[in-house]
């Protein structure tokens, strides 16, 4: 063979590379154009979650009542949900202090519905579920505190004090079954 043969064979056969390449990367972009259109239409969202309870005010103010056995105190406060979606929510008592924690009774109501009972002590976020209804998007729901200072305590509960935080917690309900906060 001679010299004009081998190149004409190194030429054709660098076409036909050429060609073959050619074809393949115009599969690959028609395939990659394929799937940025099919993925194109998938959309996340992510959401806020906000909650204002009380405007940030107090409910009871330091210093305001000297509780005595029998004695029940009531306060309207609120929660609003502020977010961008549907919420489970839950209240709590925080940074509870004081040998009233186990003697005052707390009752946290919508209406007629209890939301939560029990002492302060037993109100910490650990202990505190869920509400079984939802905080809807730009919902507000007047609520109720009662503390109830039961009347068989006596002397033993003399000169005792509480302190605490009360607070709310929200998360979204969608995707969101068991009503879990993170």
């Given at each position: 063979?001679?010299?004009?043969?081998?190149?004409?064979?190194?030429?054709?056969?660098?076409?036909?590379?050429?060609?073959?390449?050619?074809?393949?990367?115009?599969?690959?972009?028609a395939a990659l154009a394929f799937v940025t259109v099919r993925v194109e239409n998938n959309r996340f969202h992510t959401g806020e979650v906000q909650i204002n309870l009380n405007d940030g005010e107090p409910i009871i103010r330091e210093y305001?009542?000297?509780?005595?056995?029998?004695?029940?105190?009531?306060?309207?406060?609120?929660?609003?949900?502020e977010s961008t979606a549907d919420v489970y929510y839950r209240i709590f008592l925080d940074n509870v202090s004081g040998g009233l924690a186990e003697v005052l009774l707390v009752t946290?109501?919508?209406?007629?519905?209890?939301?939560?009972?029990?002492?302060?002590?037993?109100?910490?976020?650990?202990?505190?579920?869920?509400?079984?209804?939802?905080?809807?998007?730009?919902?507000?729901?007047?609520?109720?505190v009662l503390?109830?200072?039961p009347p068989d305590?006596?002397?033993?509960?003399?000169g005792l004090d509480l302190s605490f935080t009360i607070c709310a917690e929200a998360t979204q309900t969608q995707n969101n079954p068991d009503r879990l906060f993170d």
């Open positions: 063979m001679d010299n004009s043969s081998k190149t004409a064979g190194r030429l054709r056969a660098g076409v036909v590379t050429i060609i073959l390449l050619s074809v393949c990367l115009c599969v690959t972009t305001e009542l000297l509780f005595e056995p029998g004695m029940t105190v009531e306060r309207s406060f609120f929660i609003e949900n946290i109501k919508d209406g007629d519905k209890v939301l939560y009972a029990g002492t302060a002590e037993d109100m910490s976020r650990e202990n505190t579920k869920a509400a079984d209804d939802i905080l809807k998007f730009g919902q507000r729901r007047d609520l109720t503390f109830r200072f305590k006596g002397n033993e509960a003399q």
